[in-house]
């Protein structure tokens, strides 16, 4: 079981690497759209849905990433094939493409923001909006295109913050594995996921109060924000874990998939991007950071 995580870990850790640094934009946006159709497929598998209801979550969910894509596609490719034979195209449905494009992504980060704060503690306390046929049909939509949107989106407009922030994710994860492995005692929800611990919070804040340090020393970051960083990133990750593992006990099952050996699903792993990354791309576009 060790080795094949360590070996499932190389590899994705390889294949982000080659397209986040090394190869065009288009390759990074395709890792990501390849993703999130897995991240889809494993929620919809969570949610147990079926017929219609599947082909409405797929619709919904979708329809925003494939615009988008096309957008991408012609903005790298458009040259190719001479679209100004084209002047309807080019004049009209473009221009209404990117508009698109352009007022989605903040529009879904914001709704994002509302599903998080409101929704999600609807559904841990309750536990009737998950369940609801009518409403989960939406989760794909509210839960992992607004992530994917804005991972992109980031992208292309400042990869070095969204580089810090998927490491911060990946150290709050960690400081919380460690941490919580050798120290937990106070369980944070326990009836939901026995091994989310306070001292696994602090152990996970305290790996990126480490990381925005050496950050600071090398100018690259305002020790303030920084600090503030690491609260939303260490707390907005476990808020995310707590979620799918949630929403895995309502459909009694352990692993959100097996497609990744030795680490269960894809949203097993990256849970905790789900929250982080649409709400930080909401506040950092609205406080000018990008």
């Not at 949610?47 to 894509?69: D, E, M, Q, R, V």
Request: with cysteine.
């Amino acid at each position: 079981m060790l080795k094949q995580r360590i070996q499932s870990s190389i590899i994705m850790f390889g294949l982000f690497s080659l397209t986040y640094f090394f190869l065009d934009y288009i390759f990074f946006e395709i890792l990501v759209l390849t993703v999130g159709g897995f991240l889809l497929f494993e929620l919809s598998r969570i949610l147990k849905l079926h017929n219609l209801s599947l082909i409405l979550f797929w619709f919904l969910a979708s329809t925003p990433l494939f615009i988008y894509s096309i957008a991408t596609f012609i903005s790298n490719f458009g040259n190719f094939f001479n679209l100004s034979e084209y002047p309807y195209f080019t004049n009209t449905l473009y221009p209404l493409i990117t508009d698109f494009v352009s007022l989605s992504i903040p529009y879904l980060a914001s709704l994002s923001l509302i599903f998080w704060l409101f929704i999600v503690p609807l559904d841990i306390f309750y536990k009737k909006v998950s369940s609801n046929p009518l409403v989960k049909v939406f989760y794909g939509l509210f839960l992992i295109t607004p992530m994917l949107l804005s991972i992109m989106s980031f992208f292309g407009t400042n990869k070095n913050i969204l580089l810090i922030i998927i490491l911060m994710i990946w150290f709050a994860d960690i400081g919380a594995y460690f941490s919580g492995k050798r120290f937990g005692r106070i369980q944070i929800v326990k009836t939901i996921s026995p091994g989310k611990t306070f001292e696994g919070l602090v152990g996970g804040f305290l790996s990126n109060v480490i990381f925005i340090s050496s950050l600071y020393f090398l100018g690259f970051l305002n020790i303030f924000d920084g600090i503030l960083l690491a609260i939303l990133v260490t707390s907005l990750s476990l808020y995310g874990d707590i979620y799918e593992s949630f929403l895995k006990r309502m459909a009694k099952i352990k692993d959100s998939s097996n497609l990744i050996p030795g680490h269960g699903g894809f949203l097993d792993r990256l849970d905790s991007f789900c929250p982080t990354i649409p709400i930080l791309y909401f506040l950092l576009s609205a406080f000018g950071y990008l």
